[in-house]
């Protein structure tokens, strides 16, 4: 098989750029908003310091002031979660995980856009198993974890039925466009998947602990038809109708 070893990973441009254009609606939002809460927030510390201050000493109402002024600069300029950077740093850790599978001759592709779509492919790996789509979940919350019931994936309170679906779609479209069947996966950091070896099948799509990923595609049987020269000509096509996500 053969690849470009050493080629820069893309793996989450687009989410990324997306994390920024939110990032920077959030920032002006915050402008805006301290254009009338510093003002109140000031007035609030001069206030609260001064009656401080005529209870002790001036010493105390000073850093009560300060205390106030603090808490509302923080309070205007507090971040909020941004689920598309989330997106995008598990992405990034997925496609280090496949590297060394790109430098032992396994096509490995990132960030592809679907044609007619604006949904993207997080991973493409394609070897003498065939093909799969990765689709990478940052799930690192210390309050939740995936719970399995009766078919059902859940993680935190959250039904993630419509994710599989959407992973399986994807992969229809990637089989679509290549001509050859493609293996839905969703690869999971953070999180345990509560089966044995950290994966399990849910309609239709192989859910796996990101960690235990790369050993799992490593350890796929051979498929027949498929040798060196199968796959590059899938990465070559690939690399032709699945575009660079423009994001």
């Given at each position: 098989m053969t690849t470009t070893?050493?080629?820069?990973?893309?793996?989450?441009?687009?989410?990324?750029?997306?994390?920024?254009?939110?990032?920077?609606?959030?920032?002006?939002?915050?402008h805006r908003?301290?254009?009338?809460?510093?003002?109140?927030?000031?007035?609030?510390?001069?206030?609260?310091?001064?009656?401080?201050?005529?209870?002790t000493v001036w010493q105390v109402g000073a850093l009560v002031a300060?205390?106030?002024?603090?808490?509302?600069?923080?309070?205007?300029?507090?971040?909020?979660?941004?689920?598309?950077k989330s997106g995008a740093d598990g992405e990034e850790a997925t496609a280090r995980l496949l590297a060394p599978l790109a430098r032992r001759g396994y096509a490995v592709l990132h960030d592809r856009a679907?044609?007619?779509?604006?949904?993207?492919?997080?991973?493409?790996?394609?070897?003498?198993?065939g093909v799969a789509l990765v689709d990478s979940k940052n799930w690192r919350s210390k309050k939740s974890?995936?719970?399995?019931?009766?078919g059902l994936l859940?993680?935190?309170?959250?039904?993630?039925?419509?994710?599989?679906?959407?992973?399986?779609?994807?992969?229809q479209q990637a089989a679509k466009v290549l001509g050859v069947p493609v293996r839905?996966?969703?690869?999971?950091?953070?999180?345990?998947?509560?089966?044995?070896?950290?994966?399990?099948?849910l309609h239709g799509v192989t859910v796996v602990e990101a960690k235990k990923l790369r050993g799992m595609l490593a350890g796929l049987s051979p498929q027949p038809g498929w040798d060196a020269a199968r796959v590059t000509a899938v990465e070559q096509l690939a690399e032709q109708r699945l575009p660079r996500h423009s994001g």
């Open positions: 070893p050493g080629r820069r990973s893309n793996a989450g441009a687009s989410a990324r750029r997306q994390g920024e254009l939110q990032r920077a609606a959030e920032r002006a939002a915050q908003r301290a254009k009338w809460a510093l003002p109140l927030t000031a007035a609030a510390a001069a206030v609260t310091g001064w009656a401080a201050g005529t209870v300060a205390a106030v002024l603090a808490y509302g600069i923080r309070q205007t300029y507090r971040r909020q979660r941004n689920s598309w679907i044609p007619g779509s604006k949904a993207n492919i997080d991973h493409l790996v394609a070897g003498l198993f974890r995936i719970v399995i019931t009766g859940r993680y935190g309170r959250y039904d993630q039925t419509k994710a599989l679906q959407t992973v399986v779609w994807e992969a839905p996966i969703l690869a999971v950091h953070g999180a345990k998947v509560p089966a044995p070896r950290g994966r399990t099948e």
